[in-house]
């Protein structure tokens, strides 16, 4: 298996995000995708750490390192619920940031200061109407506050990447209203495949109403990329109402 990482070689970029994560001795933080142990080092001179690390010829390095537990595998198949930790600290592997922000959500955390390749932050926090506002914007705002705090120039990694990144604060907070999440997902989803359709072809298209439904139901006629978050959570009790 090809592995895509690019990792941090800029120590005060790595110091900043120990800085905002506002570490005590208290804390045990969760690192994916450690690596070369750049930030792993800095973290374990203040708290404990979780590293996860797929690649192999990283292992014995980071057991090394004092104040870590290493873990040889495949985040996406950690079973996090076995993992005791409250704040998050990782230079996320870009090619999983997607699942990896999804399954991290599900866990309830107190803080994470993430580094993502610049234009998956830019959609984490895009609001409606923006270019980059999408499913992934909606999701992250269901479950919890989230901002850029900073965007780090390619050259700070090793290989450089060909897009520069951001460190976004991830705060979990939850649900952030009460809808059927299954429904949410399934209608957020269906959506976004259709983002500068109107809501009602969306819907249709993908079989979530029938076209009889529509004078039924809220903001038919608006676009999707004009739906707020909560507008969707309206719009998925309605269809509930109806079925």
Same mark, same amino acid.
């Given at each position: 298996m090809k592995l895509s990482q690019h990792f941090l070689v800029d120590e005060k970029v790595a110091e900043r995000q120990i800085e905002y994560a506002n570490l005590c001795e208290d804390d045990i933080v969760l690192e994916i995708g450690a690596g070369n142990g750049i930030l792993t080092k800095k973290i374990a001179r203040i708290a404990k750490v979780i590293a996860i690390e797929i690649d192999r010829k990283f292992i014995e390095r980071l057991k090394k390192i004092r104040n870590v537990e290493v873990i040889h595998g495949d985040a996406l198949k950690v079973d996090f619920n076995k993992l005791e930790f409250n704040k998050v600290i990782s230079n996320i592997p870009y090619h999983i940031s997607s699942p990896l922000t999804f399954k991290l959500l599900e866990k309830n955390f107190d803080l994470g200061i993430l580094m993502y390749q610049k234009e998956f932050a830019e959609r984490m926090v895009a609001k409606p109407g923006s270019k980059e506002y999408s499913r992934l914007s909606v999701m992250v705002y269901y479950r919890a506050d989230c901002e850029i705090l900073e965007y780090v120039p390619k050259e700070a990694f090793c290989p450089k990447p060909k897009v520069d990144s951001c460190i976004v604060k991830i705060v979990p907070i939850g *649900?952030?209203? $009460?809808? $059927?999440?299954?429904?949410?997902?399934?209608?957020?989803?269906?959506?976004?495949?259709h983002r500068r359709k109107k809501i009602k072809n969306a819907l249709v298209m993908e079989e979530i109403i029938e076209k009889e439904e529509m004078d039924k139901l809220p903001f038919m006629d608006k676009r999707v990329e004009q739906?707020?978050?909560?507008? /969707?959570?309206?719009?998925? $009790? *309605? /269809? *509930?109402a109806i079925k």
């Open positions: *649900k952030r209203f $009460d809808v $059927d999440e299954v429904l949410f997902e399934r209608v957020t989803r269906a959506l976004f495949s739906l707020s978050p909560e507008e /969707i959570a309206e719009l998925c $009790d *309605k /269809i *509930k």
